[in-house]
């Protein structure tokens, strides 16, 4: 049992939830640190008396309430859940087979349901805690070849938005946090998996996209160190925001989506509100 706030972190053993997991403990907090292997997770992490690491796949929901289970057994509480594991299954939707589409959402959007499901019991009879979750620009705006990872996280994007108002009554907060291009290892071979070139059409496009991707790694923007920081310096406020714009690209991809949203609503304005029976 701890009197100090717990963090609990899915797909903690390498990335950003890694340096999420550092910047939590730096900042005297104890953690649940998760991953498929607990000991790989322990070892990227570093021993921290603090730390209770712990085996989770996302997708299996009995071992979401053992890991869950565990934490409460360890810390007697759970302040903050990062939604944060993660895979990419990129490629042309045609392409992709319908298990990796499939895949690409169970991981990316019923993997955080069931842990989420899992831990909102213990928030809620604390009477307090913040649901933070990893989506995307992608869950903005989608793009070419982010066909089944914009298609996941776009429902993570609804199923936050609509939880927050259920769970706000038990002094639950949710924040979504839209990270644009970051350092981490979501486009190394480990996370990304490329769909089967198959249909010539695609050929071409899927050659100079992999090429660029595959030449990006290692060279994004965004640094995952800050940005855990800036996380940890954000779930410790009363009110965190309800979206958080996650590199100067995220901001640009916001606002672009904002822009556009306002001229397509603008277009047929005349037509979309002459739909209504004529004696309402």
Request: with cysteine; glycine share 10%.
């Given at each position: 049992m701890t009197?100090?706030?717990?963090?609990?972190?899915?797909?903690?053993g390498r990335g950003?939830?890694?340096?999420?997991?550092?910047?939590?403990?730096?900042?005297?907090?104890?953690?649940?640190?998760?991953?498929?292997?607990?000991?790989?997770?322990?070892?990227?992490?570093?021993?921290n008396?603090?730390?209770?690491?712990?085996?989770?796949?996302?997708?299996?929901?009995?071992?979401?309430?053992?890991?869950?289970?565990?934490?409460?057994?360890?810390?007697?509480?759970?302040?903050?859940?990062?939604?944060?594991?993660?895979?990419f299954?990129?490629?042309?939707?045609?392409?992709?087979?319908?298990?990796?589409?499939?895949?690409?959402?169970?991981?990316?959007?019923?993997?955080?349901?069931?842990v989420?499901?899992?831990?909102?019991?213990?928030?809620?009879?604390?009477?307090?805690?913040?649901l933070?979750t990893?989506?995307?620009?992608?869950?903005?705006?989608g793009?070419?070849?982010?066909?089944?990872?914009?298609?996941?996280?776009?429902?993570v994007?609804?199923?936050?938005?609509?939880l927050?108002?259920?769970?706000?009554?038990?002094?639950?907060?949710?924040?979504?946090?839209?990270?644009?291009?970051?350092?981490?290892?979501?486009?190394?071979?480990?996370?990304?998996?490329?769909?089967?070139?198959?249909?010539?059409?695609?050929?071409?496009?899927?050659?100079?996209?992999?090429?660029?991707?595959?030449g990006?790694n290692?060279?994004?923007?965004?640094?995952?160190?800050?940005?855990?920081?800036?996380?940890?310096?954000?779930?410790?406020?009363?009110?965190?925001?309800?979206?958080f714009?996650?590199?100067?690209?995220?901001?640009?991809?916001?606002?672009?989506?904002?822009?556009?949203?306002?001229a397509?609503?603008?277009?047929?304005?005349?037509?979309?509100?002459?739909?209504?029976?004529?004696?309402?």
């Amino acid at each position: 049992m701890t009197s100090r706030k717990v963090w609990f972190i899915t797909g903690a053993g390498r990335g950003l939830g890694v340096e999420i997991a550092k910047a939590a403990l730096a900042n005297g907090y104890a953690v649940v640190a998760t991953g498929r292997d607990a000991g790989k997770v322990e070892a990227a992490i570093g021993a921290n008396p603090n730390l209770h690491c712990v085996r989770l796949e996302v997708t299996s929901e009995a071992e979401a309430r053992q890991a869950v289970a565990s934490a409460v057994d360890r810390f007697g509480r759970i302040d903050v859940l990062v939604n944060n594991a993660g895979n990419f299954f990129a490629g042309f939707f045609e392409e992709l087979s319908p298990a990796q589409v499939r895949g690409q959402i169970e991981t990316l959007l019923f993997g955080p349901m069931n842990v989420t499901r899992a831990a909102l019991p213990v928030m809620r009879r604390q009477r307090a805690g913040l649901l933070l979750t990893i989506s995307s620009t992608a869950g903005i705006a989608g793009g070419a070849f982010c066909s089944a990872y914009a298609a996941a996280k776009f429902g993570v994007e609804g199923w936050i938005e609509s939880l927050a108002s259920e769970v706000a009554p038990f002094g639950i907060r949710s924040m979504l946090v839209e990270p644009g291009f970051f350092r981490t290892e979501l486009l190394t071979t480990e996370s990304t998996t490329y769909a089967d070139g198959s249909i010539d059409d695609y050929a071409k496009r899927t050659a100079e996209t992999v090429a660029a991707w595959t030449g990006m790694n290692g060279k994004q923007g965004g640094d995952p160190i800050k940005l855990a920081e800036a996380l940890v310096q954000l779930a410790g406020h009363d009110d965190p925001p309800a979206r958080f714009a996650a590199g100067v690209d995220a901001v640009q991809a916001f606002e672009t989506k904002a822009n556009t949203l306002r001229a397509q609503a603008d277009a047929y304005r005349e037509l979309s509100s002459s739909l209504g029976f004529a004696n309402s």
